[in-house]
């Protein structure tokens, strides 16, 4: 939902922190959970350690809702599920954010939430008993999606911390 963008990221963003480089992490160097090379991308320069460590909610909302919200049709989706899809596109890609919920749904998986998901989740939603049940399989499935990775014995708590607060924050709004 429309309305919902702005608490939703205020979640993303406490579960993102702060400057990190992880050895392990891929994406490097990030701050707010905006990596080197995307902040590189949206400024179209090259930024160093001082830039980064610099950024600010404010610099990555519109990062966000551009490359993220907006590319799992945030603003199409119930509220809770919106949560849910916008802060698995953040974690593993908007793309397969999109494609674990069209594989629930049953409609074709092609990684564009587009009429044809919009009209499936609001059948699937009917069938199942309300968004409620909706956000609670699409996060067992999220969880499913961590526990298969090479790197869930390093990073695993945290992301299974994240779907267990993210269910929560999406349940309420529902």
């Not at 080197?36 to 001082?50: H, I």
């Not at 989740?121 to 298969?148: M, P």
Request: charged content about 25%; hydrophobic content about 35%.
């Amino acid at each position: 939902m429309a309305e919902n963008f702005k608490h939703c990221l205020e979640i993303i963003l406490h579960h993102e922190g702060g400057y990190v480089n992880h050895p392990k992490d891929p994406g490097g160097m990030t701050n707010l959970g905006v990596t080197k090379r995307v902040y590189e991308s949206w400024v179209g320069k090259e930024v160093d350690e001082s830039d980064m460590r610099a950024l600010t909610p404010e610099d990555v909302a519109p990062i966000y809702e551009k490359n993220y919200w907006h590319k799992v049709r945030g603003n199409d989706l119930p509220g809770g599920l919106d949560l849910c899809v916008f802060d698995f596109g953040v974690n593993a890609g908007p793309g397969r954010a999109a494609k674990y919920l069209q594989n629930m749904i049953g409609t074709v998986a092609d990684g564009g939430i587009g009429p044809n998901t919009l009209k499936a989740l609001s059948t699937y939603d009917e069938e199942v008993g309300g968004t409620a049940e909706v956000v609670k399989e699409y996060q067992k499935r999220r969880q499913g999606y961590y526990e298969g990775l090479s790197t869930f014995a390093t990073f695993g708590k945290g992301w299974t911390r994240r779907v267990v607060e993210t269910t929560e924050e999406a349940l309420k709004l529902v």
